[in-house]
């Protein structure tokens, strides 16, 4: 059965563990992992591949796995890609699925996060690259906190961010407006160059040169 990125929106059963996966994210303290961040993931996931010249199924399997690919939280945050892709293997067998489309899925949630992390498939690289550059304001829950977390300082001092994927110069840029009121630059390398330098790996999957701009500026 061929599974679709609506018929995966759309599944109650996941509904719930996305959901409950960020409320266990909400008392852990971190920034917000719920709706909002795994459906900008799947739209940007598919935008990269599309804008590479990818298949249509390729695309809708990524859309699926940056969707899902945060559901391991609901277990616990340690190893949570490694716990989701299980969860996801058992949920879209259940559903139907054939095992050459869920094991392109499941790989690409097992390998996107940062400590155990590798583009090893083109859903992967598109997967790793849609989720480490999705920094913005509206991802802070108490704006508060910005004056003692600086995951969460750094995050509100976006103000406006863009991922490009420009296949004729063969680059795909990130590009950041910042409020250095907020955040020196400094503070988002401290925290974030980590996810620069794996989205780095991700872009060279695709032969293509990964760059951050911030304020205009590039930086790397």
């Known amino acids: 059965m061929k599974l679709t990125f609506e018929d995966i929106r759309n599944n109650e059963e996941i509904k719930v563990y996305i959901k409950q996966a960020d409320m266990s994210l909400v008392a852990l303290g971190y920034t917000e992992h719920s709706f909002a961040h795994v459906t900008k993931c799947a739209l940007v996931a598919g935008e990269i591949l599309s ?3 990818y298949d249509e199924r390729t695309i809708e399997l990524a859309k699926i796995a940056a969707y899902m690919h945060d559901i391991g939280n609901v277990i616990n945050r340690v190893d949570h890609a490694q716990s989701g892709a299980v969860m996801a293997f058992r949920i879209l067998d259940k559903l139907g699925m054939p095992a050459e489309d869920i094991s392109a899925v499941i790989t690409a949630i097992g390998n996107h996060d940062e400590h155990t992390a590798y583009p090893v498939n083109a859903i992967a690289a598109a997967l790793i690259l849609a989720d480490k550059c999705d920094v913005r304001r509206s991802r802070v829950r108490n704006p508060r906190s910005i004056a003692f977390d600086i995951h969460d300082r750094v995050n509100y001092a976006v103000e406006k961010a863009d991922l490009v994927t420009d296949k004729e ?4 840029v990130l590009k950041l407006e910042i409020n250095t009121e907020i955040c020196a630059v400094i503070d988002y390398f401290e925290i974030f160059m980590e996810r620069m330098l794996l989205c780095r790996k991700a872009a060279d999957f695709f032969k293509m040169h990964f ?4 304020n205009g500026q590039a930086i790397m």
């Open 51 to 53: 804008q590479l010249g």
């Open 169 to 172: 110069e063969c680059k795909i």
């Open 211 to 214: 760059s951050l701009e911030i």
